[in-house]
DNA sequence: ATTTGTGAACATCTTCACAGCA
DNA sequence: TGCTGTGAAGATGTTCACAAAT
């Protein structure tokens, strides 16, 4: 009797967005040597407010110690049971050029349980050329090149492709996309697809740039979003933000 | 006298990030020779709905004409404008490796009026080299090596890295900030920053990769956001979705 | 007849403030 | 006492529905 499988629980999207920031946090408390820490400097780390730390993790249940705050040890193993971090993910990309290949190159990517099953390109030149230790498959071979069902595939192709690729991916049986090209793509609604948009977040910048001065306050913070209020976190290896 | 340049309208984050949006499929249409688009066929465009895209333009002020739709010509200027498109934004980019080399190289930073005035590395075999047919300077040398004061600063370092890349490129003038690097960083509150972050979006991928299947209709489109409501964009030519 | 522009209703997200527990 | 967890209040964002304009 599997009743309730706890992997499984719906979480608000803008929640969803902040728990890899928070899983980020807590590992570097780790390797500084912290074990327990408050809303308030997580919140402090985060540039968040400290209510919205404790409301975030409520929804994870109980996570934390009236009195004495969250321990991390045990608070960030949930965030990545709950992230799916440690898994091993496989995903295939779509489109071999220079982006894909920083992409698949960046410490961030294999270094986090991201694994490179597949690639695929419509080029010919591009095609069985090599991109980390896998061969560039064709749109008409890459089904046949997989020996697993990739988890999430990513799209660095031009815009003109990235239906196809699209196509192509949820075929393959993603359940999510991440889409760099420059277009919106149309995916079944259970796919989970987000946008990574280099020219609209320059627009974005643009704008910003144009305007007179002012604050910037009224702002939230995202995987794009403005920087929110006051200080932030102390880059430098300073520790957790001594408050006096 | 001038009472109120018209560039500084300032607008909610939500709709600001919705107008890139707008602004592409508005030159799409124009490349396909509609002269006028309702607010509904935008919206089926966008993946948005009819009243968003009215409320997003009113607040442009009086954009389009009851019984006709918007003025497709029209609207496009009105965004280029707000957004500061075509005014070749000076660029400075911190942290010169394969991911800096493929924005730079990618047809939407050259290709839309942003322009790279300078390059700045910590690594010793790095500076010197060429990036876009500049010279990379060092942190000591970038100051000087600028004959302008760029907008817009972009940091592709390693983490360790981003809080310098920060104030150095603060320092130079910038006004906005796309931080690529996985790190928070902290910039004086008149500076606007983005974060794109993709160990992040992999991770929230993996969230809803590990999701049990249904529907994902909660969710908001952004620049990261998940798939809308109902069918896209018909990425292939095809004509703006004709309605039967 | 058609489609914008918009106040009002609704939904969602964030903060407040404090009860509950260590 | 100190800090979490949470209902209620407040802020912000989206949709509804219709009056106004052509």
Redesign the pocket.
Known sequence: MPPKKNGDLSL????VE?LPLYQRILTQLIRQGSST??????AELAG?????V??????L??????????EVDYLLSHLDRILGTGKSWPVVIAGVGRLARALVGNRNFSGRGFRLIGAVDSKVNVIGTELAGLTVASYETIADSLAEVPSIGVITTPPETAQLATDTLVALGVRSLLNFAPSIIEAPKEIAVRYVDLSMELQILSYYASQPEGDLT?A?L?TGGIQP?RDRWPASAKGPTPTP
Request: proline share 8%; hydrophobic share 30%; charged share 20%.
């Open positions: 608000p999207e803008p929640v902040r820490v408050s809303s308030e400097q997580l968040l407010s400290a209510a919205m404790r409301k975030d993790f409520s929804l249940g109980p996570m934390g110690t009236r009195g004495s705050g969250y009224t939230r995202g209020l």
